[in-house]
């Protein structure tokens, strides 16, 4: 652990000698030694991002729980319009979130502890330098151990300048943190659809683009400088052009989804985490690295409830199609594998990480929190099996069946689907050049909503049309290095669970129980007692 003593410090230069490099880190073991996650983390403070959302309160929760010997813990976040407070917002929506409900009940005092040792750190990630001022930025760095990022705009169809800043360009200022720290290892959370529009078995590996070129650095990345300042001028060309902000804002919309599709994405969050990764390998060049990319993530395992969830997911959407009985057809390819992991194995693999890098540092290592090659279940099976309980258990599911279940829907080949919506479109756009052609009005409406639809089942099916597997072999190697209790404690491997059982008895409950409770009228509930203490950063 750097010197230092709690938050005041932060601001106060309290490093002695200036020391704060990797080799101050005591814990470093040899090579055959089984790693331990309370050695690599003890006295060490961590720094957090992404808090507010849904894996990294996983993330925060397991540290608290599971790894008490932790000097800090240093949540980065923004205040939001409700909270302009960081501090405050992290008390009203991070402490008292049901990601805690278990700790609040077996042992308080354990979360009560964590927070004394927690330090919030207001700062926007999207804002060059994180938006700190140079002393609170080099303050900041002289007082952290290891930066965990998992903040990130996970909208398929963000804005593009939005995207950039938050999924790419931020990777710029957190890896100037992790030099000005004096080379502290960075663990990246991306995500495995980083492979875009590549086939097949999808490895732990940097990947060029599917679809354009683009040139490759010595060390395996691409030197993506030119291209996200390509991106940037036609971002900047459409806000000079269009000033109305919803026009400007879809315009922005489409021109993230052209530029990825056009060079090998499917959707511009996964464009612009991959562009992320390139910039953090080059910002993280000779130093420690560790990018962990989950599949789709839904609701824990085991941890810290069996079904703990925040919100319906990306892989809801199957769920919802029945529950609520609005569509007939469903674009997906049942035989393709679908990828879904528990956010508990995803924490973990992040905790595990993190503590490797601690240990071992100067590597760059690349894992995948995947369930396709060990575990692998089809897109039909699922479907199945979120239908058959459903159907069988609809009683218990009041919040999910607000009515009776319709007849399933059927799934159809994604060109089918896309061609049904194109060709509907096409007959929209003719119907409002003939009305427009007799001096009628168009029917503007549906033809916007069709060409909405079309879009938005062109981003979706992707992920239910899948035609790739993600390897997962170096995560389990990683894992293998840790003690057999810590493997136990941090499970990652995805064969711990069937998925017979966790559908139909982990989660679907837990979106009943979780995603779909009343969220204000409950947490307002929660005590504030255990928050109380949480220190705050002074100075940033
Ligand atoms: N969920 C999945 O299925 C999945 C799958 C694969 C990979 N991942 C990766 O896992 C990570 C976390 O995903 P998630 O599902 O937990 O996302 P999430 O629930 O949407 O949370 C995103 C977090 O990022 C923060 N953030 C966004 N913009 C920010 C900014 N400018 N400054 C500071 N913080 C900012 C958000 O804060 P605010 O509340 O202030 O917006 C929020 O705390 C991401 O890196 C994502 O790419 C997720």
């Known amino acids: 652990m750097k010197n230092g003593k709690g938050i005041a410090s932060v601001g106060s230069s309290s490093r002695a000698n200036g020391v704060n490099s990797v080799g101050s880190v005591a814990t470093r073991i040899s090579a055959n030694e089984p790693l331990s996650v309370a050695a690599a983390l003890a006295g060490q403070r961590v720094l957090i991002t992404g808090t507010t959302g849904f894996i990294a309160k996983a993330v925060l929760e397991k540290l608290v729980r599971d790894v008490p010997g932790i000097a800090s813990i240093v949540v980065l976040l923004r205040g939001s319009r409700a909270q302009p407070d960081a501090a405050q917002r992290f008390q009203a929506e991070v402490l008292r979130a049901s990601v805690f409900d278990r700790l609040r009940r077996d042992d308080p005092q354990r979360l009560h502890d964590a927070c004394r040792r927690m330090r919030v750190v207001s700062a926007d990630l999207a804002k060059p330098d994180l938006g700190l001022s140079p002393d609170a930025f080099a303050a900041l760095a002289r007082y952290i151990d290891v930066i965990v990022n998992v903040a990130a705009s996970v909208d398929f169809r963000e804005p593009l300048d939005q995207a950039l800043a938050i999924n790419t360009l931020s990777l710029r200022a957190l890896t100037k943190l992790a030099r000005a720290a004096g080379g502290i290892p960075l663990v990246q959370v991306s995500t495995c659809y980083v492979h875009g529009h590549h086939r097949g078995m999808i490895r732990e590996a940097l990947a060029p683009p599917a679809r354009s070129a683009v040139a490759r650095n010595p060390n395996g990345h691409c030197d993506v400088d030119g291209l996200v300042a390509e991106l940037q001028s036609k971002a900047a060309d459409v806000k000079q052009r269009i000033t109305d902000p919803d026009a400007r804002s879809q315009a922005l919309i489409a021109l993230g989804i052209r530029e990825a599709q056009r060079r090998g994405w499917n959707d511009t969050y996964t464009f612009t985490k991959w562009l992320g990764e390139q910039v953090a390998c080059a910002g993280m060049a000779g130093g420690t690295l560790t990018i962990v990319r989950p599949s789709i993530v839904e609701s824990a395992w085991r941890e810290p409830q069996p079904g703990w969830i925040e919100g319906m997911k990306v892989g809801d959407a199957i769920v919802l199609a029945y529950a609520r009985g609005k569509t007939t ?212």
């Open 329 to 540: 057809l469903f674009p997906a390819r049942p035989a393709g594998i679908a990828d879904i992991v528990p956010v508990d194995l995803v924490a973990n693999s992040i905790v595990l990480a993190t503590a490797q890098a601690l240990a071992r540092p100067g590597q760059r290592r690349i894992v995948q929190a995947s369930s396709s090659t060990r575990n692998p279940v089809r897109v039909g099976d699922y479907i199945d099996l979120c239908q058959s309980e459903m159907r069988d258990n609809a009683a218990a599911y009041p919040r999910l069946i607000r009515r009776p279940l319709a007849r399933p829907f059927r799934t159809i080949p994604r060109w089918l689907f896309i061609g049904y919506l194109s060709v509907a479109y096409a007959a929209a756009n003719a119907a409002n050049a003939v009305a427009r052609w007799l001096g009628a009005d168009a029917n503007l409406a549906l033809f916007d909503r069709l060409q909405t639809t079309r879009e938005l089942a062109i981003v979706f099916s992707f992920y239910t049309s899948p035609r790739y597997v993600f390897d997962n072999r170096e995560l389990l190697a990683m894992a293998a290095e840790f003690s057999d209790a810590d493997r136990q404690r941090f499970e990652v491997d995805p064969r711990c669970f069937d998925w017979p059982s966790y559908v139909a008895r982990v989660h679907l409950p837990g979106l009943e129980r979780f995603a779909l409770r009343n969220t204000r009228a409950e947490e307002a509930a929660v005590p504030a007692t255990t928050t109380a203490s949480l220190a705050r950063s002074p100075s940033a």
